[in-house]
């Protein structure tokens, strides 16, 4: 067997000029028409690099020296970034940040779907560009990782930590105080967590040796009305300690109205649980969308963006056109927001979903609000499809990351439904969808919304038209 020939080899070192910048944010360069993708990059930097991997089709490398800087970078405001996995693009200006955003998405269209004659609008920018997370996530850690500024310094305390992940890494946690994604009195609670913990002896849980008590801090707040949830997840119920710290977090800050305790005592790594212990309020807070409150548990998913949410869902409405003569299907309908603003237009939208929180969620907020003509519906649209009496007119998909399932996009294609409203987190892996739905289907709109600023991750809402409908 022949030997397959590669421009580089692994561990060789290289100056390159990085040419573009690709989703996911790694810059791009290319030995010999052989692309290598180099994070923390942006176009037109001159480095020195490393090759760390070598595969068929693209290698990945390391930055060593930044030579010479690019034109389009700036500092960056958080003291973190470079470190934390939290954001991309702080380095950039946010209109370039809209650029790359916008040539992600009219490339994955051009060279994936292969459809050359779609124009796509420049994304809809966010009216905030920090601050304007409903929701942080931070993990505990009894070992944390030291930032270079911060090695050799005998007075910080090696074996707690809360914060965010190194990227790419499980088990690294760095310590933080403020995240600029989140608004100032969110940060204040972060850092007076973190210091009551520290200083009453709250041992954090040890990824790797599963032993320990803290294991993440999960602060939400309200758009509509500023008041915060903290939500503790701990390995074993302790109500002595949780009950002390709840009531000193409701002590010094008025604006939380809910805290909560999960107990989560699975190696599993994450921020659920199967037991909630209200400390403090109630068991949870309220968002409003539109014009309805939605009530948020602490497990519950509602859109990281609340303000841009609405424009996203607005760009849904718009292509989706639906009437009172309508009937709609909204897949990966989630806890059912898409599904209950259709059904007031439509004559009856069935929601479908594979997890089952989720449904209870939606049917929830369904009965809240008064809304009789949705049905949701727990289980695979594949399987469940030939339950439902009513085709559709209009479908709504908003899938995962990894986006529709093959068989789900051929069902799609072969479907009668007029129009098929997709909403996207990742232009790749819609654009590759989208391909095998325009057999029979004409892409004729498509509009990127700006959810998450200082990141690569862009929303699209693409409207696909039956031919010959």
């Not at 709609?328 to 929601?351: E, N």
């Not at 004729?444 to 990141?455: A, G, L, R």
Request: with cysteine; hydrophobic share 40%.
């Amino acid at each position: 067997m022949q030997q397959k020939k590669y421009p580089v080899k692994r561990g060789e070192e290289l100056n390159v000029t990085i040419e573009n910048v690709a989703f996911g944010g790694k810059g791009i360069c290319r030995i010999n028409d052989y692309v290598i993708f180099v994070p923390n990059t942006l176009p037109q930097d001159e480095v020195k690099i490393r090759v760390t991997k070598r595969k068929t089709g693209y290698g990945e490398a390391r930055i060593l020296e930044l030579v010479k800087p690019s034109p389009l970078r700036q500092d960056a405001p958080c003291k973190y970034f470079g470190w934390c996995g939290g954001c991309t693009w702080q380095k950039v200006s946010y209109e370039q940040q809209l650029e790359f955003k916008w040539n992600h998405v009219k490339e994955s269209i051009q060279h994936i779907s292969d459809i050359k004659d779609i124009e796509v609008p420049k994304p809809i920018a966010s009216e905030k560009i920090r601050a304007y997370r409903n929701k942080m996530e931070f993990s505990f850690a009894d070992k944390r990782w030291l930032l270079p500024h911060e090695l050799g310094n005998m007075e910080i305390e090696k074996s707690f930590a809360l914060g965010l992940h190194v990227p790419g890494t499980f088990d690294k946690i760095i310590s933080i105080d403020e995240c600029l994604l989140q608004s100032d009195a969110a940060n204040e609670i972060l850092k007076f967590t973190q210091i009551y913990c520290k200083e009453n002896n709250l041992l954090p849980y040890g990824i790797r040796s599963h032993e320990g008590f803290l294991r993440f801090l999960v602060i939400r707040e309200s758009h509509f009305s500023g008041d915060i949830m903290v939500n503790i997840v701990t390995a074993f119920s302790d109500s002595k300690n949780m009950s002390k710290l709840a009531q000193e977090l409701s002590q010094k800050f008025p604006q939380i109205k809910s805290i909560i305790n999960t107990i989560n005592d699975r190696k599993a790594q994450i921020a659920f649980g199967e037991e909630e212990i209200v400390l403090y309020g109630d068991s949870f807070i309220t968002d409003k969308l539109f014009d309805k409150m939605y009530k948020i548990s602490a497990n519950s998913f509602f859109q990281t963006n609340t303000a841009q949410a609405e424009r996203l869902y607005e760009i849904v409405m718009e292509f989706a056109e639906v009437d009172k003569q309508d009937t709609v299907w909204d897949l990966y309908c989630g806890t059912g927001t898409i599904t209950l603003l259709l059904a007031v237009k439509a004559k009856r939208v069935y929601g479908f979903e594979l997890v089952e929180r989720a449904i209870l969620d939606a049917r929830k907020n369904a009965k809240e609000f008064g809304v009789q003509n949705v049905e949701f519906i727990l289980g695979d649209v594949l399987v469940e499809k030939s339950n439902v009496k009513n085709n559709p007119a209009v479908i709504v998909v908003d899938p995962p990351r990894s986006g529709l399932h093959p068989k789900v996009a051929a069902f799609l294609s072969e479907s009668n439904a007029k129009k098929i409203v997709y909403v996207s987190c990742n232009p790749t892996t819609m654009a590759r969808d989208i391909k095998i739905i325009k057999e029979n289907y004409n892409l004729t709109k498509i509009q990127p919304v700006d959810m998450f600023p200082q990141t690569y991750h862009i929303e699209s809402v693409a409207l696909l038209e039956r031919k010959n409908a």
